[in-house]
């Protein structure tokens, strides 16, 4: 953890090169017309795996000391096998992480981490109510998903992937952001929002 931190620190998550890849990888046009590339998805999915290390939740969330942290992804989803191979073997202390995906919110269960992709989001959210509930991190992709009320917003600046924050979300939610996580956001929004659904 302490060497993801100093890459954090050091380079927005330890992926400044991602200004450059995606035009390296061959995907000139995308970058160029600001669609998504592979490479994007990828620095999500591995962003994704990260951020568990960063949150800390209410005992109550968990059924045990080693019951695992599950990170769910509401399809559609951008990542193919990209979040799997991530997640592989990944631990937050004692807690394995596990992932699960879903094709409706009404399977959200007792989940830790929720991402919704725009696609996922489209498809199943209104724009006014994501879902939230104590204990859940909202993750997404959208242009103002955090300030709909979703704790964490990726974005592309600058031809890199980056991310928002919603404070108030996340402490809405019981949940503590570590500092490290806040000082590289490119904003962190403090405005509460109206309770959404519950999980």
């Not at 994501?130 to 103002?144: F, N, T």
Request: net charge positive; proline share 5%.
């Amino acid at each position: 953890m302490i060497g993801f931190l100093t890459a954090l620190a050091a380079s927005q998550l330890g992926f400044a090169h991602a200004a450059e890849a995606p035009a390296a990888a061959g995907s000139r046009a995308g970058a160029r017309d600001g669609l998504p590339t592979p490479l994007e998805f990828r620095l999500k999915a591995r962003y994704l795996a990260r951020l568990a290390q960063f949150v800390e939740w209410p005992e109550e969330c968990f059924k045990g000391e080693s019951a695992p942290i599950e990170i769910v992804v509401l399809d559609p989803s951008p990542f193919g096998r990209a979040l799997e191979r991530e997640l592989r073997g990944g631990r937050v202390g004692k807690r394995p992480i596990r992932l699960r995906r879903i094709s409706k919110l009404a399977d959200l269960g007792n989940a830790h981490v929720l991402f919704i992709s725009s696609m996922a989001e489209q498809a199943h959210c209104q724009r006014s109510s994501l879902p939230a509930g104590k204990g859940l991190l909202v993750v997404g992709e959208s242009s103002g998903f955090a300030q709909r009320g979703g704790s964490v917003e990726f974005a592309v600046v600058d031809n890199a992937v980056r991310f928002r924050i919603h404070r108030k979300a996340a402490e809405q939610a019981q949940l503590k952001l570590h500092s490290q996580l806040l000082k590289i956001a490119i904003e962190v929004f403090d405005k509460p929002h109206a309770a959404g659904g519950s999980h």
